[in-house]
T-cell receptor, first 111, second 115 residues
Framework: QKEVEQDPGPLSVPEGAIVSLNCTYS??????FMWYRQYSRKGPELLMY??SSGNKEDGRFTAQVDKSSKYISLFIRDSQPSDSATYLC???????????WGAGTKLIIKP | EPEVTQTPSHQVTQMGQEVILRCVPI?????FYWYRQILGQKVEFLVS????????KSEIFDDQFSVERPDGSNFTLKIRSTKLEDSAMYFC?????????????FGPGTRLTVL
């Protein structure tokens, strides 16, 4: 079983829709959960991070972590064409530095 | 806004040659990282560096790889004898804190092509 699983998509939605992106993971030791956005041939850009379980909101973005189900989500409200990118989840244990990554979901917002 | 920078943006080299990839982390950050992303694959952790020594490394980071902070601003990744399978995007990242810090900020990457 892969440590972090993420549907690569592509996911295509109309402008203004609510987008839901998800990752599942197998290692219950993960405590820090991040969402990065990556445009083509660019570096990952940190969008959201959450420690342990719970929700976090920042503007149009909401991150949710459900540790009991080993499931994390990123919601994007009022999606815009500029949100079109690959969204990567990443996570790590409390006691080390390395981020373990999902494969990334390619998101396309159609005008 | 402070950012991580990397040079060169694209490096082409022959198999067996040595390459040095350079990074300038964000100035007040203390923890530095290298990741790579082979085309179409996941981002993979290579190494973390703190206080002038490696704090953690992955299985990928074998004897062919080394890192150095040669001065107060640069952070380098050296590959001694490149192989075809080293072709990838290499990302440098830095963070202000270590275990308790969540925010690793990434540079734009160096595309390494090994011929």
């Amino acid at each position: 079983q892969k440590e972090v699983e993420q549907d690569p998509g592509p996911l295509s939605v109309p402008e203004g829709a609510i987008v839901s992106l998800n990752c599942t993971y197998s290692n219950s030791a993960f405590q820090y959960f991040m969402w990065y956005r990556q445009y083509s041939r660019k570096g990952p850009e940190l969008l959201m991070y959450t420690y342990s379980s719970g929700n976090k909101e920042d503007g149009r973005f909401t991150a949710q972590v459900d540790k009991s189900s080993k499931y994390i989500s990123l919601f994007i409200r009022d999606s815009q064409p500029s949100d079109s990118a690959t969204y990567l989840c990443a996570m790590r244990r409390d006691s080390n530095y390395q981020l373990i990554w999902g494969a990334g979901t390619k998101l396309i917002i159609k005008p | 806004e402070p950012e991580v920078t990397q040079t060169p943006s694209h490096q082409v080299t022959q198999m067996g040659q040595e390459v040095i990839l350079r990074c300038v982390p964000i100035s007040n950050h203390l923890y530095f990282y290298w990741y790579r992303q082979i085309l179409g694959q996941k981002v993979e952790f290579l190494v973390s560096f703190y206080n002038n020594e490696i704090s953690e490394k992955s299985e990928i980071f074998d004897d062919q790889f080394s890192v150095e902070r040669p001065d107060g601003s640069n952070f380098t990744l050296k590959i001694r004898s490149t192989k075809l399978e080293d072709s990838a995007m290499y990302f440098c990242a830095s963070s202000e804190e270590g275990f308790s810090g969540n925010e690793q900020f990434f540079g734009p990457g160096t595309r390494l092509t090994v011929l």
